[in-house]
Structures are given as structure tokens and as C-alpha cells.
């Protein structure tokens, strides 16, 4: 093959097409046809002359090869290989020819561009990031040029940072939670731990939310094409002094919702004392003497005042620890009622009121029982994250 000289001194061109095979076959005769066909088979097989084909499908794995191999040499043709693998024959047969040219089914290396950055670039990259996890790209990028002296774009590093399996995300909105938090979580959860559905199925749960006119205040998406920005159907309405909202008061129980109360104006602790005669009082009853009364630790709900009228009442209140919505599962049942309220047009408060009284009425008893039943959950991962946040 030495006397023939580089690929680019042929006085024709090498290729596999069967038309200028044929031409060559009728200039040159079979035997430089061959000799032709060998050379080039050679070269395409070892990696040494690549040349534009039609795209290649899935790459076949190791473990395929070696078992195409072994039934060769056992000795199968082509089509009884390929028959048996559920393979083209061509595969088969460039699979066996690339293991007698090379000796081994693994393929070449394959040449690309070069990493710009090294090993040890990449750890301190990684090491960046972990260590303050709001750093932005460009930040990192600043610091690792910095260092190194080589430029990196913020591109790279978030390539780099999606390889070793960090990507950008919206932070989740949590309550600050402090050690002493922390300590009456776990404190919580390790008191509960024990209990049963029976005693989760008698408590009555209880908050208060804000429901807006026009929508909740959390963030909203839409699916829009390029230049649809400002279309009616992708904009988000909004009118002066946010539209109105109103605050409630409700209840709920694995036995369904309980009494739900519109509060007018600020709430403080004689108001509350009043919602809870006139509407915690009757859902209590309705769990029987076993029922426990929730309530999170909000000023007016530990004020003297309520204190006193809980234990004239003779309620059972459950020992709630503070800046642990993800426990209370009437918050899960909130956003249910919320996102309901979207879907109904409504124009004014008093629509609101009767809207939000209707939905609250028709949740069904199985949506309630099923957030009750969640109770072991939530303190199975209290406990696994030492008092930490919840996926609740």
C-alpha cells in the first residue's frame, strides 16, 4: 500500500458509489477494482478517511458486539447472526470486519475539540457553586478567570455545572426556620410518631388565608409562541389597589370541611374568641368527645383571652409548633379552593364571598381524608430532616 501514496495523490476519486464503481470496473479492470475496494474499506473501518453517509441510527453496545462476534466465530453466517440478534445484515457484517481489522470491537477514539477547562478548573467550579448556591454563572466565571487567567463565558460554566448534575432553579419559598424552630419540629414529630389514623381522623384542623379577587399573588406561566407577548390570552390582568380580597376562616376534618367565616376588617383576639363559638364549637362536636382542636401559634390564637375561653370550653388543643405550615394539611386544601376560584368569573367581593362559600361546601369528603391521611407522612420527613423543611 506504500507505493499507491496518500489518499489525496489518487489520480481518482476513492469512493463507495456504485456508479463510479462500475465506471472504474470497465476502465481499469476487476483486479484495481479490488484493490480499490480493500483500500477504502481499510481506511473507513480503521478511522482514518471519513466521508459524508447518511445518518447512523443507535450505536450498538458492547455487549451486542461481543455476542455478534462469538456467534462467528461459533460459526454462523451473516444472516443466521442477524436473524438471531433481530439485526440488518450490514451491521452484522461491518461489526465482524471492524473486529478483524482491529482486533477489538470497542471503537476509535473519537477527536473533538479539547476541554477548555482542566480536571482541576472543573473541581473549583463545582466547589464555587456548592458553596454559595445563589452565585450566578457570570459570577463564577469572573472568579474562575480570576484564577486561572483564562477567560471562561458564563455558557461554559453552566455546561460544566450541568455535567456534574447542578442546574438552575427557582428556589422554593419556605418559612425562616431558626435552631429553636427546628428543635420543636423534631420535638413534634417524635411525639406523634406513634400515632394512629384513628387519632389524626379526630383533629380539627384550622387557619385563616387571604383569597385575592383577581387571582392568588404567586407567580403564573403561560405557553406562548415568539411574539405573543402581548396577546390577550398571555397577559396577566391587573387593576389598580390589587381588585379586593378577603380574608376567611375554616376548618376541616378527615370527616370533611367544617364551618368556614368571612372576617371583616383586622382580626384580634376578641374577634377570634367569637369565631371560635360560633363555628369551631359546632365542627368540634361533630368528631365526638375523642376530637383534638388545632391551631397554629399566632399571637391572638395564644393570646389570655383565648387561652381562658379553650379552657372553659373544655377543648383539647394540639401543642403546634411554631413556622410549620407544611403540617397543617388545610394549607394543601387552601390552594385546592384557590385554583377552583380561578376557573369561576367573578366581578366583585360579594360574588367572591358567595363563590368561595359555594366551592367550600362542595369539596368532596375523599379530598379531605386524603390530606388527613398524609399526617404519618409529613412526620416521618420532619424526622429525616432533623426538624428541617418538608417537600409539604
Known sequence: MS?????SHFPFPVSCDSLVLQ?????????VLNLVSSLSHFLILTGHWKFNMAPH??????????????LHKDGLGYKKIAKTLKLSCSTVAKTIQRFNWTGSTQNRPRHGRPKKLSARAQRHIQRLSLGNRRMSAAS?????????????SAQTIRRTLHQIGLHGCRPRRKPLLKMMHK???KQFAEDKQTKDMDYWNHVLWSDETKINLFGSDGVKRVWRQPGEEYKDKCVLPTVKHGGGSVMVWGCMSAAGTGELQFIEGTMNANMYCDILKQSMIPSLRRLGRRAVFQHDNDPKHTSKTTTALLKKLRVKVMDWPSMSPDLNPIEHLWGILKRKLEECKVSNIHQLCDVIMEEWKRTPVATCEALVNSMPKRVKAVLENDGGHTKY
Open 3 to 7: 507505493k499507491l501514496g496518500p489518499i
Open 23 to 31: 465506471g472504474l470496473r470497465c476502465e481499469w479492470g476487476a483486479g
Open 57 to 70: 441510527g443507535k450505536e450498538l453496545s458492547e455487549d451486542l458486539k461481543k455476542r455478534i462476534v462469538a
Open 140 to 152: 463564577i466565571a469572573a472568579e474562575v478567570e480570576g484564577v486561572g487567567g483564562q477567560p471562561v
Open 183 to 185: 428543635k420543636a419540629r
